[in-house]
T-cell receptor, first 113, second 116 residues
Framework: DQQVKQNSPSLSVQEGRISILNCDYTNSMFDYFLWYKKYPAEGPTFLISISSIKDKNEDGRFTVFLNKSAKHLSLHIVPSQPGDSAVYFCAAWEKSSGDKLTFGTGTRLAVRP | KAGVTQTPRYLIKTRGQQVTLSCSPISGHRSVSWYQQTPGQGLQFLFEYFSETQRNKGNFPGRFSGRQFSNSRSEMNVSTLELGDSALYLC???????????????FGSGTQLSVL
């Protein structure tokens, strides 16, 4: 049972344009949502997070939006840069699950120069 | 500060064998988690250790086990390997665990296990 879903396995965007990565979830008890970025041959690195009581969090070029009623979150990257090309994982945390993060299957972003 | 170190980087085993993977967390981090990454499933939580105790466990069979030492280093063991165990195994550390709000996980580069 995939509680966190990233339905787009890949996305290609022109440099300078906006990249929008989407994530849907089914568990309304999630308290926190996170995005991780992964380059080949490296481990995932934390990018940005949002609490379930917020609807937006911004950090430089990265903004995460949360729509609780739709159980949907998205990561916006503006402007996109070639160095942003990586696999992006959406993850969620529920307080009652202790130290477990539930990850999506990832979206591979390619930013074309 | 050195990052999370996982050894070995690559492993090739045959079905039925067992394997042990090692993880050294960031200095001062006491929580170590293990995740399995496969192409179709993303990252799936295996287990988490804190101060040598397993605090949380994912939905994996008993063939998957782990332990943590007093210096916070952790090992993961898979016995009676199956073809489906081929995956990237990632270790992550944090000071006290994700259960503390705003605490991030720091991942190692992983061990790529191939079971033939």
């Amino acid at each position: 049972d995939q509680q966190v879903k990233q339905n787009s396995p890949s996305l290609s965007v022109q440099e300078g344009r906006i990249s929008i990565l989407n994530c849907d979830y089914t568990n309304s008890m999630f308290d926190y949502f996170l995005w991780y970025k992964k380059y080949p041959a490296e481990g995932p690195t934390f990018l940005i997070s949002i609490s379930s009581i917020k609807d937006k969090n911004e950090d430089g070029r990265f903004t995460v939006f949360l729509n609780k009623s739709a159980k949907h979150l998205s990561l916006h990257i503006v402007p996109s840069q070639p160095g942003d090309s990586a696999v992006y994982f959406c993850a969620a945390w529920e307080k009652s699950s202790g130290d477990k993060l539930t990850f999506g299957t990832g979206t591979r972003l390619a930013v074309r120069p | 500060k050195a990052g999370v170190t996982q050894t070995p980087r690559y492993l090739i085993k045959t079905r039925g064998q067992q394997v042990t993977l090692s993880c050294s967390p960031i200095s001062g981090h006491r929580s170590v988690s293990w995740y399995q990454q496969t192409p179709g499933q993303g990252l799936q939580f295996l287990f988490e250790y804190f101060s040598e105790t397993q605090r949380n466990k994912g939905n994996f069979p008993g063939r998957f086990s782990g332990r943590q030492f007093s210096n916070s280093r952790s090992e993961m063991n898979v016995s009676t390997l199956e073809l489906g165990d081929s995956a990237l195994y990632l270790c992550a550390s944090s000071p006290t665990g994700v259960g503390v709000l705003n605490e991030k996980l720091f991942f190692g580069s992983g061990t790529q296990l191939s079971v033939l």
